[in-house]
């Protein structure tokens, strides 16, 4: 059987706008933030024109109110106990605001970062297709609440802000997020291992389709991107779809230079066969590629595994197929 060659029916043209999103603050681990810049030395935005696509460059974090929030940034809001609510909040509005008002008819790619940048794409990309359905790929499930976190990192928290979950508590930088943004039956995950109980109870509770690597050894991965697909797109074979992938989704041997790595993940034909499958369903619009962590490598061999993992998952989604 022939691979059907993606052609992205929801755009009128083959034109990307690659959001970077240099942010570090929903974690504690600096050098995250170099990822964008890393995927870009690396090629990626050559790489994308050689499949075909019209690029162009966002950068909402390039201004100096930023800068100069970052530099007085507090460890914690005064209100909440989660960390940097300040910094992440502003973060994630800037990257709301363009990837609501400045992408048009493009393909979303969002360059991170940590993923606490998903807020802001996610909410963003939600207003431009109210529809769309979420195909979260990551070894943890990021959905604590201020109430559940225990380490008060928002790079855990980003679904249950964009579902409105335990709203009363935001910190009040984080109150601009659309409330209920995302519906609770729009997300699926793949390839979850590592999950707090908090947030067991949470996706227990409001029955959120989730597929751990257990799911993934007992159907195969392709079973499960199917179920994933057909989850969230609720019989609309023309659901627009996104995809927001962690690459600690990966097994470590992959991808070392991540802040929170867990073993036993996907391989990388596992990985990058999620993405080329959703892609020739021909309804993606968006793509997250997130925690590429250039410093954590101690050598430079781990780095360029991490880094030229990342910008696969990005060819694989926008096109590339093995013939
Ligand atoms: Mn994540």
């Known amino acids: 059987m022939a691979t059907a060659q993606p052609h992205y029916k929801h755009l009128k043209e083959k034109s990307v706008s690659i959001v970077l999103a240099p942010f570090s603050g929903g974690q504690g681990k600096g050098g995250v933030e170099n990822g964008p810049d890393y995927m870009l030395k690396h090629g990626l935005e050559k790489q994308l024109q050689e499949l075909g696509w019209k690029t162009s460059i966002k950068e909402p974090l390039k201004d100096t109110n930023y800068e100069e929030l970052k530099q007085t940034a507090t460890e914690k809001s005064a209100t909440s106990k989660t960390k940097r609510g300040d910094l992440v909040g502003e973060a994630t509005k800037k990257i709301y605001n363009t990837c609501k008002n400045e992408i048009g008819d493009d393909f979303q790619l969002t360059i991170g970062g940590d993923h606490s940048i998903a807020m802001g794409s996610i909410a963003g990309l939600l207003q431009r297709y109210p529809d769309a359905g979420i195909i979260w790929i990551d070894a943890h499930a990021d959905i604590n609440t201020v109430t559940t976190t225990e380490s008060g990192n928002l790079h855990g928290c980003p679904v249950s802000f964009l579902m409105g979950l335990d709203k009363e508590n935001y910190p009040p930088e984080l109150q601009w997020i659309p409330n209920q943004v ?138 590339e197929t093995l013939l």
């Open 182 to 319: 995302l519906k609770t039956d729009k997300i699926c995950y793949i390839g979850l291992r590592d999950v707090d109980a908090g947030e067991k109870k949470i996706l227990q509770e409001n029955n959120i389709k989730a597929f751990s690597m257990y799911h993934v050894d007992r159907f195969g991965i392709n079973s499960v991107v199917e179920m994933a697909i057909d989850h969230v797109s609720k019989g609309n074979k023309d659901c627009p779809l996104m995809i927001s992938y962690d690459v600690d989704a990966l097994e470590p041997s992959y991808v070392k230079c991540t802040g929170t790595m867990v073993k036993n993940g996907l391989t990388l034909r596992e990985g990058f066969f999620i993405c080329e499958r959703i892609a020739e369903t021909g309804n993606l619009v968006a793509l997250d590629v997130v925690e590429v962590n250039p410093e954590l490598g101690t050598n430079d061999m781990d780095i360029l595994d991490t880094i030229m993992a990342g910008c696969a998952v990005v060819r694989c989604t926008m096109g």
